[in-house]
């Protein structure tokens, strides 16, 4: 009888192993739309966010072949720009919110198309162009939120599928214009606490793949990196403090593992926190697991000090460090198998994440929680690197 109950146990503690286990995830038989966002590495990200109709028309100004030149000479592999944010203003025209708000073409919604002007200014240098979009409309512009059927108040307002499904309208509007030119979308505010959700961030990715069935879509949580939604295609990965912060491997519960962070002292700020060294080396060791970086650089509003929308010097000078510090890999095997497993005791990867990070959200937990990692060369290069560099992140 004992040892029947033994047999027993095992059986189910096998099932349950099969169950929960799951194994690797490699771009061929998970993601491959997010192949070319791995092989781009690193790529920049921009807060430009008119906050009025005077910035508005400066936001007209912005030279995207100026942009476009300093983003090819830093190595970045893509550009993020803001569609807008929390004042209303917004950096392209689209019919569709403008019939919702009742606002006119340019007292809201720009009348030049800048997400165009700056995808034909990157083409030819092979950058490609990512939107950023908040999860609901402008939450300082009262107007949009009552055509939109929700709350007025300056703050996020609860959100649902009925007004997701309205929101989803003014996505399509661009995804459907902009189809292929678009690479990629970042979702801002996809909070718990507001009502987003499975379904939401459902509607939200077949809004943006309608117009670009390989557009890679992400729903930002707040500030951690995790796979938040079964919709996203790699992590939001927003972080302010981000050198404790490296993967395992490319994935994040097959999401590919990506972090966002800010070269300045805040965000969109132009000026400069932290050693170039250390840039270079958390996103080199970032790259070689198989992980993908975007920096925020800031944008100049002033005529005087340049041409609208160019980075600064201080940051152009950190973000050439980088690229200059980036591994010679071949595109097609940064972090793909063939891989062997060894015991979680034994993997050198461990020293990975620092002794105080080790409950930090950036490891995929539930292919790793019966103690197993798949390890590869290149793996065990990124754990050398950025063992090296621990105590430069934490001077």
Same mark, same amino acid.
């Given at each position: ?9 095992s ?7 099969a ?7 490699h ?25 009025d109709?005077n910035?508005l028309?400066?936001?007209d ?21 803001t ?9 392209s ?6 019939r919702?708000?009742?606002y006119?073409?340019g %007292?809201?919604?720009?009348k ?5 002007d700056?995808?034909?200014a990157l083409?030819? $240098? ?27 108040g300056?703050?996020?307002?609860p ?12 996505i ?13 979308w ?6 718990e ?9 459902e509607?939200?990715?077949?809004a943006?793949k309608r117009?670009?069935p390989k557009?890679?879509?992400?729903f930002n949580p707040?500030?951690?990196l ?17 050198f404790?912060?490296i ?22 700020g132009r000026?400069?926190?932290y ?7 958390w996103?080199?060791?970032?790259v070689?697991a198989?992980g993908v ?7 100049n509003w002033n005529? $005087?000090?340049?041409?609208i929308?160019?980075m600064? %010097? ?14 010679s890999?071949p $595109?097609?095997?940064i972090?793909?198998p063939?891989?062997?497993?060894i ?14 990070q080790?409950?930090a959200?950036?490891v ?11 390890v590869?060369?290149l ?7 950025a ?8 001077d």
């Amino acid at each position: 009888m004992r040892k029947r109950n033994m047999i027993i146990s095992s059986v189910v503690v096998t099932i349950a192993l099969a169950l929960f286990q799951r194994p690797p995830c490699h771009a061929d038989s998970e993601n491959p739309n997010t192949d070319w966002f791995r092989d781009a590495r690193y790529g920049v990200f921009m807060h430009l966010l008119p906050r009025d109709a005077n910035s508005l028309a400066l936001a007209d100004d912005f030279d995207a072949n100026a942009l476009a030149e300093q983003l090819e000479s830093v190595g970045a592999g893509y550009f993020v720009l803001t569609l807008g944010q929390n004042s209303g203003f917004m950096n392209s025209p689209n019919p569709t919110y403008s019939r919702y708000t009742g606002y006119e073409p340019g %007292q809201r919604c720009s009348k030049r198309d800048l997400p165009i002007d700056i995808y034909k200014a990157l083409r030819p $240098k092979g950058i490609r162009l990512m939107l950023y979009l908040p999860c609901q409309v402008p939450n300082g512009d009262a107007r949009a939120q009552k055509a939109f059927g929700l709350p007025q108040g300056a703050k996020d307002q609860p959100i649902d599928v009925e007004f997701a499904r309205k929101w989803a309208e003014v996505i399509y509007d661009w995804s459907s214009r902009y189809k292929e030119k678009v690479a990629g979308w970042w979702f801002d505010g996809g909070y718990e606490w507001i009502g987003f959700n499975e379904q939401i961030a459902e509607i939200y990715a077949d809004a943006v793949k309608r117009g670009n069935p390989k557009a890679i879509v992400t729903f930002n949580p707040g500030v951690k990196l995790i796979r938040w939604t079964m919709a996203e295609d790699y992590t939001a990965g927003e972080l302010n403090e981000p050198f404790g912060v490296i993967p395992t491997s490319r994935w994040v519960d097959c999401s590919q593992w990506h972090a966002l962070t800010f070269l300045g002292s805040h965000w969109s700020g132009r000026d400069t926190r932290y050693a170039t060294e250390k840039w270079a080396s958390w996103v080199r060791a970032a790259v070689l697991a198989g992980g993908v970086v975007t920096i925020d650089a800031g944008p100049n509003w002033n005529p $005087k000090e340049g041409s609208i929308g160019s980075m600064s %010097q201080g940051q152009i000078n950190q973000l050439k460090a980088i690229r200059d510090a980036q591994p010679s890999l071949p $595109k097609s095997n940064i972090i793909d198998p063939p891989s062997v497993e060894i015991p979680e005791s034994e993997s050198p990867l461990r020293t990975l994440v620092r002794p105080e990070q080790t409950d930090a959200p950036l490891v995929n937990r539930r292919s790793n929680a019966f103690g197993r990692f798949p390890v590869t060369a290149l793996q065990i290069q990124a754990k050398t690197e950025a063992t090296r560099n621990i105590t430069a992140f934490n001077d």
